[in-house]
């Protein structure tokens, strides 16, 4: 099953999210055959995580972590997997403290979070794996601490905002409603706009692409509403800026250059409705410079 897209997805998603706390290192090798995609990530200092607005994503990430993200359930033999890679990682690690006449804190060890649509029963208990119900919400679920993993199974996730950006990573419909959360995040939203346009990135370079499966189909059937809400933004943006790039021209022809207080001209010339756009566009050969500064002054 091929699952390239959904690799790319995730791990552009991810970067995204998380380069401004710290240090992102992806997988760097997709193939036709793989199912998850894989982050590592070693925060550059400590992470508010009660007040961060990645929620719970920034609590996962308040420590030395790698991060696996998996289109569909795993089996034990994938999580046995899993825990051989980073046996191999911890003995690398003492390795180098070794060589150094140190010693390494097993607390300080990089966690491993394998990332789930959902998770059963039987899988769970067989690596006996136990929610922390003190300290971590519901669909986080812990292996004895000697093992450094953790599954979360994103369909337990409570649905609130500090789980949001986990959400997002699920399957059905606890994507499409994290994805419609998204949209109705305030425009302002620094995380929203970012996760739009790297969303609509990924869309458009599948855009062309023939050799699709049914997950990768369903993925982008799940994101169509972040994808539309992301083109229109990107269209309102671009006339916006058409707009901008008239006027100064306009002005520039007009008085030579646009200083300081033309600027704010400008600004409040794009605050106009269309038809009073065009209308101010007309009248713009006729106004001395003062006239048009004490026109928009009530503006300012």
């Known amino acids: 099953m091929t699952q390239k897209f959904y690799s790319l997805f995730v791990e552009h998603y991810l970067e ?177 706009r970012n996760v739009l346009e790297i969303i609509y990135r990924w869309r458009l370079s599948v855009m062309t692409q023939t050799d699709l499966t049914e997950d990768d189909q369903e993925l982008i059937m799940n994101l169509t509403e972040a994808y539309q809400e992301a083109r229109a933004q990107a269209v309102q943006e671009g006339v916006e800026q058409e707009r901008r790039q008239v006027v100064e021209n306009l002005l520039r022809f007009r008085f030579g250059s646009v200083d300081e207080e033309l600027s704010r001209v400008v600004n409040n010339l794009l605050l106009l409705a269309p038809d009073d756009f065009a209308r101010v566009l007309l009248e713009l050969s006729s106004l001395s410079r003062e006239e048009l500064l004490a026109r928009f002054n009530s503006h300012q």
């Open 16 to 192: 995204g999210l998380l380069s401004p706390l710290g240090s992102v290192e992806v997988s760097g090798v997709i193939t036709d055959s793989e199912r998850r995609g894989i982050v590592l990530f070693f925060p550059k200092g400590t992470i508010q995580t009660e007040r961060h607005s990645l929620g719970l994503l920034a609590k996962v990430a308040q420590s030395d972590c790698s991060i696996e993200v998996y289109c569909e359930q795993i089996s034990e033999t994938e999580v046995r997997s899993c825990l051989h890679k980073l046996l191999n990682v911890f003995s690398t690690l003492n390795c180098r403290v070794s060589a150094e006449g140190k010693s390494l804190d097993d607390n300080n060890l990089p966690r491993l979070w394998i990332l789930v649509p959902s998770a059963s029963q039987d899988l769970l208990n067989g690596f006996g794996a136990q929610l922390e119900r003190e300290n971590w919400s519901s669909g986080i679920y812990f292996l004895p601490n000697i093992f450094r993993i953790a599954i979360v199974a994103i369909n337990q996730l409570p649905v609130t905002s500090e789980t949001l950006w986990l959400r997002l990573l699920g399957r059905g419909t606890v994507q499409q409603q994290a994805v419609s959360e998204l949209v109705a995040l305030p425009p302002e939203n620094i995380i929203r």
